[in-house]
């Protein structure tokens, strides 16, 4: 990788990154920029009160890491041939590869040349292979970076009340630092200027640290000295710049810090968590106090913890909780385990709960991303993820719940739970049926947090995935669990733009009825369009609590075929298979999806 000389038009006119294989989406990208920043900010306008959405693969799983560039290609190697993801980023090694020898390199926003020889081709080889990337950032400028001369002389920094540049200090040895002064709109503009060769090579997101404030000596350009109004723009521009680079919705992760209008710009991680179960349990009580509109909606945690070192029972613990998070994000500090919490660092056993569990992340995606668009379009919000005080949280809303209690205790094989009065309660490991309004002590082998749905819910899944929307959502699985009669309405959407907030989503209503020992399973017509609407699909039922194999299966009057094992039923393209000795009922057929359709047992 050159060096460069450090001009802003010597940014926009070399590449920051190096020589190499541009991202070949790039020139499509550029196109919708301007348009996609009009886009979002009438997205913004157009949602107060209700949380905006995040691009689709956010809803993936997120990895971050210390790593350089050989390091992160093979990452990415072993978590495409062997597990799940969507998202990679590096943290602030991608400036340096000395966490405090080198404070002139924070923040530059140059890679680190010995440990990134050719960072095109690396961001360009993530994207080639669906992984959206990430940096992290501060909003801090180091006094010996060829930068800070240009960002003084033109104060572009936060200055104190005699004119001079006030201090943000920092902690990658820093010293002295500027601070990117975002109500100058200058600043914002110098601000683009520099991260423009990123998002030229297909950067995606962006990960920003500190809490978001400016030094409490410093005045800024707007006058308004407002810490609040600070940390706003500390979201905004990033959020917005990424949205442009993304073609629609934008993506940052941020502290939890409080701020106007913050859930107009997802998302947040809950900060740098310690290695142990009692860490697990402050990251929870802290993740139970956000879902505000000073916050956000879109929320994570370091899995694993940041600090120290999880063992595997910890780690597999900690999994288990955030794979129901609206984002799951797995990253550490940079002494332990080289700076990531990837799956292969830990035993044959977490290896393989991981696996099962980010898979269930991904075939739960049509329940979840359904869920995140109802937040923003029911009134009042009803948030895609709930807590009941800090020690569960309901993943849903209406007749179809998932409740889950995380395990927070070392070497735990059971656990009390305590389930909402007002429906029954059904563990989803075995089936077994709880009276809402009481406590049990149910088993939880390492491998089974205690999960249960709340009877009557209907619970659409999807196909497992290594990536969003790897395949078609089809077949549609819809997970039935009968008690009276009971709808669950899937939200869809083309997961990418901002469009849905003028209209540009789909609605599809399932009704489950269930009386006198008889299900009817309804599917309504498909309501409204977007682009890349399927005009239809198979569907899946399944459905549970079924004592005895009916004596047939009617499908809008007409009698379906029934099948004569599962094997049968998987490669059939419609009909029926009773599953006894699991008590479930298999139905399947295809449908156009402007078409209503019943089914009844």
């Keep these: 990788m050159r060096h460069l000389r450090w001009s802003a038009h010597v940014y926009l006119m070399l590449c920051l990154l190096g020589t190499g294989v541009v991202w070949a989406q790039q020139d499509a990208s550029h196109n919708g920029a301007a348009q996609a920043s009009t886009t979002v900010t009438t997205a913004v306008a157009a949602s107060r009160g209700n949380p905006v959405l995040p691009p689709k693969w956010a809803f993936g799983v997120f990895y971050g890491s210390y790593h350089d560039q050989a390091q992160v290609l093979s990452d990415m190697k072993q978590l495409r041939e062997n597990y799940n993801g969507d998202l990679y980023w590096i943290d602030s090694s991608w400036l340096s590869g000395s966490y405090n020898k080198e404070p002139a390199r924070y923040i530059c926003f140059q890679f680190d040349p010995q440990q990134f020889p050719d960072a095109t081709v690396m961001i360009s080889t993530l994207r080639q292979n669906h992984f959206h990337f990430g940096v992290w950032e501060w909003p801090w400028v180091d006094q010996d970076c060829p930068l800070y001369k240009e960002g003084s002389s033109k104060h572009l920094f936060v200055e104190d009340a005699t004119g001079h540049v006030a201090n943000g200090k920092g902690w990658h040895g820093n010293k002295f630092t500027g601070v990117f002064d975002f109500t100058n709109p200058e600043t914002v503009s110098w601000w683009q200027t520099l991260n423009q060769p990123l998002t030229d090579v297909g950067l995606n997101f962006f990960k920003l640290d500190t809490g ?355 094997t049968a039923f998987d490669a059939g393209s419609e009909g029926w298979f009773f599953d006894a000795a699991a008590h479930i009922l298999w139905v399947k057929f295809h449908i156009s999806t402007s078409t209503a359709t019943t089914v009844s047992l």
């Design 212 to 566: 978001g404030v400016y030094p409490k000596d410093g005045v800024l350009k707007d006058s308004s000295n407002s810490q609040d109004r600070y940390k706003t723009l500390y979201r905004k521009i990033p959020y917005e710049f990424s949205a442009s680079a993304n073609g629609g919705r934008g993506l940052v992760l941020t502290h939890t810090q409080h701020s106007t209008d913050a859930d107009q710009y997802p998302g947040m991680w809950t900060g740098d968590s310690h290695a142990t179960f009692d860490g697990l349990v402050a990251e929870m009580r802290i993740a139970s106090s956000l879902n505000t509109p000073d916050t956000t909606a879109f929320w994570c945690g370091d899995t694993g913890g940041y600090n120290g070192v999880p063992d595997d029972e910890l780690y597999i613990r900690w999994l288990e909780y955030t794979t129901f998070t609206p984002c799951q994000e797995f990253f550490g500090s940079k002494p332990t385990l080289t700076g990531s919490r990837f799956p292969w660092q830990f035993s044959k056993q977490a290896q393989d709960i991981f696996k099962s569990y980010t898979q269930l992340r991904y075939r739960l995606l049509p329940f979840s991303y359904s869920n995140a668009q109802i937040q923003y379009h029911a009134k009042p919000v009803q948030y895609q993820v709930r807590w009941i005080g800090s020690s569960q949280l309901v993943s849903g809303n209406g007749d179809s719940q998932i409740l889950v209690q995380p395990i927070t205790t070392a070497g735990a094989t059971t656990a009390t739970v305590s389930l909402p009065a007002g429906s029954k309660w059904i563990d989803y490991w075995t089936g077994k049926i709880y009276q809402g309004g009481t406590s049990s002590t149910v088993p939880a082998p390492i491998d089974r947090e205690p999960v249960f749905i709340r009877a009557g819910s209907i619970i659409p899944l999807g196909p497992v995935m290594q990536w969003v929307d790897q395949l078609p959502l089809d077949p549609l699985t819809l997970d039935i669990y009968p008690e009276g009669k009971t709808s669950y309405t899937l939200y869809e959407d083309d997961g990418v733009s901002t469009q849905y907030v003028s209209g540009a989503f789909s609605t599809t209503k399932f009704t489950s009825e269930n009386s006198n020992k008889h299900e009817v399973v309804a599917i309504d017509a498909s309501s409204g369009n977007y682009k890349g609407k399927p005009p239809e699909r198979t569907y899946v039922l399944h459905i549970h609590q079924q004592g005895s194999s009916p004596a047939k299966v009617m499908r809008d009057g007409a009698a379906m075929k029934k099948l004569s094992s599962q």
